[in-house]
């Protein structure tokens, strides 16, 4: 399944990097700690966060993640942006908590 496909299927808000919508997303992972995120996240996941800094998607970079979810209605910072949209790397907004996207997309990508 790619980045497009679960955007579409979970209405999320693309704000960044429409590049990257046709990358394959492999799972998910949800954490707000970076260095979890560094030691634990795989290559291809989609990372479900409430972090909205550059150093977000420069671990998403490091880890080759799919994509960036942002939660609560959280928005990116400009900087965030720059960065996701140079490692082509989307950022998607939903307004939804994280319990409630985590268990959206994990339905979506076990269905």
């Known amino acids: 399944m790619t980045v497009k496909d679960v955007q579409q299927a979970l209405e999320l808000k693309v704000f960044g990097s429409e590049k990257g ?13 970076l260095s979890d995120v ?21 671990i998403a970079a490091l880890k080759d993640l799919s ?22 790397i989307p950022v998607l907004g939903t307004k939804l908590s994280t319990f409630e996207i985590a268990g959206k997309l994990y339905q979506l990508l076990n269905s």
């Open 38 to 58: 560094m030691g634990n996240a795989t290559e291809g996941l989609a990372w479900i966060t409430l972090q909205t800094h550059l150093n977000v998607m420069a």
């Open 21 to 33: 919508l046709d990358s394959e997303v492999t799972g998910g992972y949800v954490s707000d700690l």
């Open 67 to 88: 994509t960036v979810i942002l939660v609560n209605g959280n928005q990116p910072e400009e900087d965030m942006l720059e960065k996701a949209n140079e490692e082509n």
